[in-house]
């Protein structure tokens, strides 16, 4: 405002993007005009703000929406030419594997072999999961018992380890919102396994609360003691193979961002470095029904008067 006071010329349309202490980010509509008076003398400025955050999210999911729609076309192709020779070289692999006593540097390659073909067939079902857009199937879900669900599938996950404690806190036994239970389930195990990579060393805690604000919408965070999230990273966060660890698919979050969208789950991250790491996610809820009116004595009530 001070540079259109300054310079005698009014900003038509301009925009701005600002962050929030949660890290979310609104963009903000700016025109401005000269207030002058009856001799023309500029004695002040007139600026009209508008939340343009509804138009630039809509922009994105419009930009998105084209983005996986190529992918979608090349993905049935992709997975046929590589999966065919993958199963082909796989199998091959497997068959020499329980023929052959190899030891030194030929069975140290043999092993290679098998643990990376097997690391390329998952970065493909990652692919082509992230890039189908199945239509959701929308049911009343009962929340509290998909995460007890997911924590037992997680359990087994190669990437949990007994030393990491998970904790599931809500003050209501039970809680129900619309989703597609599958898609939830998985949006839930990608991020419950992405904390348990998170904490690389000693002792862990991952503790998913659930709980309902004054609008009666439905929180549920994912939090953890890990390291942190670095402040430059967080806008890559959800992008398609950007991975930060050394074994990492970088599709994980990409399918949790791409299934919640599906979803209209809002999904929030909160973190900084050396401080751990929150995801969040926003349901709606649905209230849980209420207890059928009984009688005080249902057995009187049948005798005739």
Excluded: W
Aim: proline letters at 4%; glycine letters at 6%; charged letters at 25%.
């Amino acid at each position: 405002l001070n540079g259109v006071l300054q310079s005698h010329k009014f900003l038509r349309r301009g925009e701005a993007r600002i962050r929030k202490r949660d890290y979310t980010v609104i963009y903000i509509g700016i025109s401005t005009s000269l207030l002058v008076d009856e001799t023309g003398r500029v004695r002040g400025v007139i600026a009209i703000f508008s939340d343009l955050t509804e138009t630039k999210q809509l922009e994105e999911k419009i930009r998105e929406a084209d983005r996986m729609a190529a992918i979608g076309e090349l993905s049935a192709a992709i997975a046929h030419e590589i999966r065919n020779p993958l199963a082909a070289i796989s199998g091959s692999v497997e068959v020499l594997k329980s023929e052959l006593t190899l030891e030194g540097e030929n069975g140290r390659l043999l092993e290679l072999i098998v643990k990376e073909s097997n690391r390329l067939n998952e970065i493909l079902a990652d692919f082509l999961l992230y890039a189908r857009n199945k239509r959701p199937v929308f049911n009343k879900i009962e929340l509290c018992r998909v995460v007890g669900d997911v924590i037992d599938v997680v359990r087994h996950h190669s990437s949990y380890r007994p030393s990491i404690m998970i904790r599931v806190e809500s003050a209501d036994s039970f809680v129900y919102v619309y989703g597609d239970e599958d898609h939830t389930k998985q949006i839930l195990i990608n991020l419950i396994v992405n904390a348990c990579q998170a904490i690389d060393r000693g002792d862990g805690r991952i503790i998913i609360r659930i709980e309902t604000d004054a609008e009666n919408v439905v929180i549920l965070s994912v939090s953890d003691n890990g390291p942190g999230i670095p402040e430059k990273i967080l806008p890559k966060l959800f992008d398609p193979f950007f991975s930060t660890k050394k074994d990492g698919t970088g599709m994980g979050l990409a399918i949790v961002r791409r299934l919640a969208g599906n979803l209209d789950i809002d999904i929030f991250v909160q973190s900084s470095e050396g401080a751990g790491a929150s995801f969040i996610l926003q349901f709606n809820k649905i209230p849980a029904p209420k207890p059928v009116d009984q009688p005080e004595n249902p057995a009187k009530s049948q005798l005739p008067a």
